[in-house]
């Protein structure tokens, strides 16, 4: 799964002969990708000084803590790879999760050159993406107000919804949506609970979240349901 993001990923850089919007995600299922991209074939492949990384949430704690997403991403591949210009994390140093929020919605503003979102000119090429256990994307959890967000494109999560029970501030819907491809990476039979409820189409945050261009969701064998498992050939 990890291989087939990768290719997804390099694909999306392989399109644009410009600057390169890509936006992280949290969590552990990111996390064997994040290692190919540091290693060939891939880190050769990158154009390292054109891409800027952006992520989707982040937990609401000091840059340090091994719970901060960007921090992962740093220490598995950006920090062997990217420029430091080019990695742009959400600040948790700010007073709180809102004052962080506004001061990343700044900056993906400026870096886009416009404060409002246009379906012409998608402010990221890639949006990477996990479905947390409550349907959850980045940070944004079933039934809380921050999943109805159309205004804003960066909102603060004051409580979770599921560990680690820190707050967080999320990128909202409509920024998520703006890109030319939204990849999940759903693996693991951990994830065949919420995926039976996911592809029968419950409304959660995890079947809320789609791109303006391509939505692309990569399943492995364990985190299916058991009615597609059984429908597998011999
Ligand atoms: C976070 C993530 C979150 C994550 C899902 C899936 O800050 O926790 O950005 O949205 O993607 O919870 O997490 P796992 O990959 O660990 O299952």
């Not at 410009?18 to 154009?47: D, F, M, N, W």
């Not at 891409?51 to 901060?68: C, K, M, Q, S, Y």
Request: proline share 9%; aromatic share 6%.
């Amino acid at each position: 799964m990890a291989e087939a993001a990768a290719e997804r990923l390099m694909a999306r850089v392989d399109a644009n002969p410009g600057r390169v919007a890509i936006c992280l995600t949290g969590g552990s299922s990111p996390k064997q990708l994040y290692h190919l991209l540091a290693r060939e074939p891939c880190r050769t492949r990158i154009p390292w000084e054109r891409v800027h990384w952006f992520i989707g949430d982040e937990r609401f704690v000091g840059a340090t803590d091994p719970l901060n997403n960007m921090t992962m991403a740093r220490s598995a591949f950006l920090d062997a790879c990217a420029p430091a210009a080019n990695i742009h994390p959400i600040p948790t140093d700010t007073a709180n999760p809102d004052a962080s929020a506004a001061r990343y919605a700044r900056e993906l503003q400026s870096f886009h050159g416009a404060d409002h979102l246009d379906n012409a000119r998608p402010l990221f090429d890639m949006v990477l993406m996990g479905a947390g256990p409550d349907g959850h994307v980045a940070s944004l959890f079933p039934g809380y107000p921050a999943v109805e967000e159309t205004a804003r494109w960066v909102v603060g999560v004051p409580k979770a919804n599921v560990e680690p029970f820190v707050p967080r501030v999320s990128l909202t819907l409509p920024a998520l949506a703006s890109c030319r491809e939204m990849l999940f990476e759903i693996g693991g039979a951990g994830k065949r609970a919420i995926l039976t409820r996911l592809l029968a189409g419950e409304k959660l945050p995890a079947n809320r979240a789609r791109s303006i261009g391509e939505t692309i969701w990569l399943v492995d064998t364990a985190a299916l349901p058991e009615d597609f498992r059984a429908r597998e050939p011999e």
